[in-house]
């Protein structure tokens, strides 16, 4: 190490390990002034829910539902417009197929389980898909919650309620007892999805309106932006830097061993021509826009918020 990394600023961070963000993990790339000291949290759920109730972290990675939700409450940290997750959610709820239901309008007057909170994004985007593709009335629907929320003060509509059951949601889809569930992993025969040839489904939607959902972003304490007026552009930089040669790999069909996320982002490669992980407001926009929609109607945020104040000073015209 040297002198001058011995005098900069350690900034405890969590972050996952993918190939665009490598670079930046293995202390290869960091902002002017600093050196990261990352801590490998078991699930990165953890780091969230740590930096919305603990101020534990000055840089984390965290579900873009879960920044808003914690924003509206004041929580002193502000979002880079860099996404480093992104999935699609037509295959997030799953049904029993022998529940007799044929359409997602049959939900209503159901219970459905959500995994979790009830402001889990993916949870926020499959309910989404339920409401404008298939016309349900999600007020209509019990909404069963298996955990609780990251963010203390979120109080969830009169339509969610937590769990009264100790089985799993997959003995109580298998049982009847739900109609169906989001956030559930199974191998079970008769679990399916509620939605038909989901994946196809989700690139389709893709390739005819330019749905492509954000899941997490990078949020960094308020303090530590304050302090240090170029940090946010600097992050933003370092992040794009990273992806560089990933993307270019990607492109090129040279990605050693490429895992299911790599494979999800050469697929949106393929349809759309362009980078998979736009970062930016602007190339952004769209799905951006979308989830604070979604966020609204759905009542995990009943405070309006901007798009300015959503990103940190400094970054709103940066694209990368």
Known sequence: MTDQKLHDQKLHAALQTFGYTKAIKDGSLHPNGFVFDFEEVPAIIQAFRRMVRGLEFDMTEMAITTYMCAKQFGKPFTALPVFVMRAFHHGAIVM?????????????GKKVGVNRG????????????????YGVDLSKIEWV???DEHVEEFRAPSYVTPTKSDKSFEEMLLSGELAAASGVVSTHPDIVTLIPDATKTGYEALRTRGHYPINHTVVVKDSLLA??????????????EAKRPYVEALKAGTLANPTKVDETFGKVMAITGKDPLPYGIEPNRQALESIMQYAREQQCVTKPLTLEELFAKGTHDLVG
């Not at 029993?96 to 209503?108: C, D, F, V």
């Not at 302090?227 to 794009?240: I, T």
């Open 118 to 133: 009830y402001t889990v994004t993916a949870g926020v985007w499959a309910r989404s898909i339920l409401q404008h593709e």
């Open 227 to 240: 302090a240090n007026p170029n940090l946010a552009k600097d992050l933003f930089q370092m992040f794009c």
């Open 145 to 147: 919650l298996s955990g």
């Open 96 to 108: 029993n197929k022998n529940s007799g239901i044929t359409h997602p309008k049959q939900l209503e």
